[in-house]
């Protein structure tokens, strides 16, 4: 049964740093094409980072620079360091995992991920 339990979100200032994990049971995160996704009130979910199992790495244009999405496959776990935070940042951010990625249009695609966590809130104010 895989489960994934995000951590690491928080209260931030503009310009700070968050680190966000997903920890990961019932599979190996260096085995499944993964990604992290942001929904913030009203708005549609949103994909930021993919990670796909041979380590290709893909961002959606508005964090590059900024994101960097990881995996450790010794601790099971997919990271999304974020820094040089801005308000619009502000989201509930989740990661997911796929054991199944037709395209370059589903790698950020929430539709694409059958398995997600329960989500970690991250606030950023000026």
């Known amino acids: 049964q895989v489960q994934l339990v995000e951590s690491g979100g928080g209260s931030a200032q503009v310009g700070g740093s968050l680190r966000l994990s997903c920890a990961a049971s019932?599979?190996?995160?260096?085995?499944?094409?993964m990604a992290w996704f942001r929904q913030a009130p009203g708005m549609e979910r949103e994909g930021v980072a993919y990670t796909s199992a041979r380590g290709f790495i893909r961002y959606v244009n508005s964090v590059k620079g900024r994101f960097t999405c990881s995996r450790d496959g010794a601790k099971n776990t997919l990271y999304l360091q974020m820094d040089s935070l801005k308000p619009e940042h502000t989201a509930m951010y989740f990661c997911a995992a796929s054991s199944f990625i037709r395209t370059y249009a589903e790698t950020l695609s929430a539709g694409a991920y059958r398995d997600w966590g329960q989500g970690t809130q991250v606030t950023v104010s000026s």
């Open positions: 019932g599979f190996n995160v260096s085995n499944l094409y």
